[in-house]
Structures are given as C-alpha cells and as structure tokens.
C-alpha cells in the first residue's frame, strides 16, 4: 500500500507543476499524434506504440503582417524549425539526444516543407540554406526521409526550370533541399525513399512489429496514384506522365490503424470543382474508397475552400476533425457545414484546430460555438494501446511549459 501511495504521488509531481498539468509521458504501447502550432505551417510529430518516432511536414512561411493570419507561436525569437525541435525535444522519451527515425513530407509547398525566402543562415558543410525541414534536420537527426519524388508526373528538376509552372516557382528552395538531403546521406547516414504508394511497411514499427501486430500504416496516395481498398497495389493512376498538375493533388496521404482505431491525413489534395460543386474526379473522391470510414481525419488543404467534398466526407465520417490552421480562410464557411451536417453523415463530431481567426469565428458564429471543442494550441491525439480508446489533448502554445488546457476522451468504432 506504502508503494502504491509513493507511486501515485510520484506521478502527480510529473504531470504537474505549480499548479499546472503536464502531459503524462508517452509509454510504450500509445500512439501520439501531435500537431504542433507554430502560426507558420503544418508539422505533425508521431510517437509510435513501439517508440518509432515521425514526423510528417515541416512547413515554414513567412510571418503573415497584414492581419489575416496567425502570430508566430510562441513568438518569433525562433524560427518554426526551432520551435519545432524544441517541441521534440521536450515530448520525445530521448528528450534533447532525440532522433527522428521516419521523416514524410507530403508535398512541395512552404507550408508543408519551408520557405527559402526564410531561411536566416546557411549550414557552413553543407552550404544549404537553413529554412524548414533543411533546418530541422540539421538540429534533430534523421534516420529516413520520404517524400513523393520528383519524377512524375513531371520530371521535377526540368518542370522547376519553367517559368509558366505555378506549382514549381522555380528552383530556389528545391536545390537547397536537394543538397540537404545528400549532405545529410553522406555525411550522417539519412536514407532518402521515394514514398511508396500501397505499401504497408515502408513506415513500420522498428522494435516491436510482433508486438503490436494490430498496427499499421498504409501508403494511400500520392502523385495521383491511389491503392487499392484490400491489397497493396496501385489501383488506379489519375494524371499521365508528362502532365502538368497543380502540386496539391500531387500529395502524399497515410491511414494508420490501431486496432479498432483508424486515423487519415492526406496533406492537401481537393475535392471542389470549378463551380463550387461536388468533384468526383478528383483525388479527394478517387482517395475516400480507399481510405474508408475513420475516428480521426485531418482536414485536407487546412479546410480550405475547394477540400472536403460531400462524397468524402460521408465515406470518412471520423468522429473528429483536426485542422492545421494559421490563416483567416482555414476553414472555409462551406467546409464547415459539410463536416458538421447530420444529412451528410449522422451521429456527434467534434472540431478541433491549432488556430481560429477571430474574424472566421465571428463568421463562423453558432457552426463554431456548437461544433469547435478547441480554437488554439497545441493539438495532442494520444491512442491507448490496442485502440479501444483515444484522447485529446490540448495545450497551451503561448509557452514553452506546453501546459494541458482541455481534455477530451473517446471510444473507437
């Protein structure tokens, strides 16, 4: 009973702190999903149930003065590639001897993988600008970086040269992450893939697969090819090689099961066709059979306007929706309504987002009042082993003490 006791108090000193609650530790078993808030970009760190860690995107704008769009988070005394590390750093079970064992970055957009136009230094070996994931990773080390190649359906290198391609804006950055990549391979060891679409074990647990055989992470798209629903092959190739396409549709998504639980993030491909309707030729409606229903989906493109069409949202109809979000037009008024709608899909739902602009919320009024359980921070999604059950965790962004500020608790499917 003493040891009971002793225990007990033990770990109310380490889940808080003058007051202030602490999120309880990882351990092995859970799976973590934290979307970190830094008002720059998308960055999602994963503790897996064996210890893997990942991370998926490190994006990096500039900070946005015109009042449209987040604060930088905490502040801007750091870069988001600090702040983020310093995140990892303080969530990860190595603390500041952290390494990242699996890196995706989902497409080739600031937001989603940094800015040149950011970038403060150059790293004196390797002479890469400093900006975003070339940043990161030059402060917390990486095992294995994936992203979608850069040959199809264009040959990347070539359709970057162009000046009339939108999506590319020339070189610049991607000659800076080009040499990141091969200076982090010779010099420690980073192993560069080309993201796998329908594998189930380019992202595997590293020390316990046996032990948690119930876990996987399936490689859903990318380049505008899709898996298939049961196997592990590409099922279907929406764009021909040499097409031009804008960058979004061109990004990489994973569903990760857990047991009885399943969650999806797909980066930003869309959904809404010219005219506002439903686009059952695009990726969103090619991704949704093959994706299926789940517990938890991020909103693709932050919930932007042309995202979340009806057709998936009634296919995922997760019990929770989690928007990566820095400016006034995430989420759209429309996109909102679609999630929320009991004639889309029936039964509860809850919202959940790093930031909502005051005037989207004014706009937004009773949808956001009724639907959204968190506005800000930090957004922690904590899975219990075998999947039964899953929490979320919010805490604070505004400090480096990353206090928790709500909590929520669910049952899976």
């Not at 298939?228 to 960058?247: C, L, N, P």
């Not at 820095?326 to 919202?351: A, K, M, N, Q």
């Not at 602009?357 to 956001?368: D, I, R, S, Y």
Request: net charge neutral.
């Amino acid at each position: 009973m003493k040891l009971l006791k002793y225990f007990l108090f033990a770990l109310f000193l380490q889940t808080t702190v003058m007051g202030q609650t602490q999120l309880p530790a990882w351990q092995k078993g859970l799976l973590d999903i934290h979307f970190i808030s830094t008002g720059r970009g998308n960055a999602a760190f994963y503790l897996l149930p064996d210890g893997a860690s990942l991370l998926v995107d490190m994006g990096e704008l500039p900070l946005n003065n015109d009042g449209r769009g987040s604060p930088a988070v905490p502040d801007s005394s750091k870069s988001a590639a600090q702040w983020v590390a310093d995140y990892i750093h303080h969530f990860h079970p190595l603390g500041n001897q952290a390494v990242l064992d699996y890196v995706l970055i989902t497409h080739y957009h600031g937001d989603h993988m940094g800015s040149a136009r950011e970038a403060r230094r150059t790293h004196p070996e390797g002479q890469y600008k400093l900006f975003g994931i070339t940043e990161l990773g030059s402060i917390v080390p990486m095992r294995k970086l994936i992203d979608r190649g850069y040959d199809h359906p264009l040959d990347f290198r070539e359709a970057a040269k162009e000046p009339r391609s939108s999506s590319m804006r020339g070189l610049g950055q991607f000659e800076d992450y080009w040499k990141f990549i091969e200076y982090q391979k010779k010099t420690n060891g980073l192993i560069y893939e080309k993201f796998r679409v329908g594998s189930v074990t380019q992202f595997h647990l590293i020390n316990g697969r046996e032990e948690f055989a119930d876990f996987t992470i399936k490689n859903l798209f990318a380049n505008g090819d899709v898996a298939g629903i049961s196997d592990t092959t590409v099922a279907m190739r929406k764009f021909k090689k040499g097409e031009q396409v804008d960058e979004n549709n061109l990004s990489c998504g994973i569903k990760i099961s857990y047991g009885k639980f399943d969650f999806y993030t797909g980066g930003d491909i869309p959904g809404i066709g010219h005219t506002g309707g439903c686009d059952f030729f695009s990726m969103e409606s090619y991704a949704a059979p093959v994706i299926g229903q789940v517990d938890v989906a991020t909103l693709n493109h932050h919930g932007n306007r042309d995202s979340q069409n009806e057709y998936f949202v009634r296919t995922l109809q997760p019990r929770v929706w989690i928007g990566q979000s820095w400016t006034v037009r995430h989420p759209g008024e429309e996109v909102v309504r679609r999630i929320t709608s009991r004639f889309v899909y029936p039964g509860e739902r809850d919202l959940f987002t790093n930031f909502l602009h005051p005037a989207n919320q004014t706009f937004l009024g009773n949808m956001a009042e009724e639907h959204y359980q968190s506005i800000s921070g930090h957004i922690v999604l904590r899975v219990q082993a075998k999947g039964e059950t899953y929490d979320i965790y919010i805490l604070d962004d505004k400090t480096t003490e990353r206090t928790v500020v709500k909590q929520f608790n669910y049952k899976s499917r």
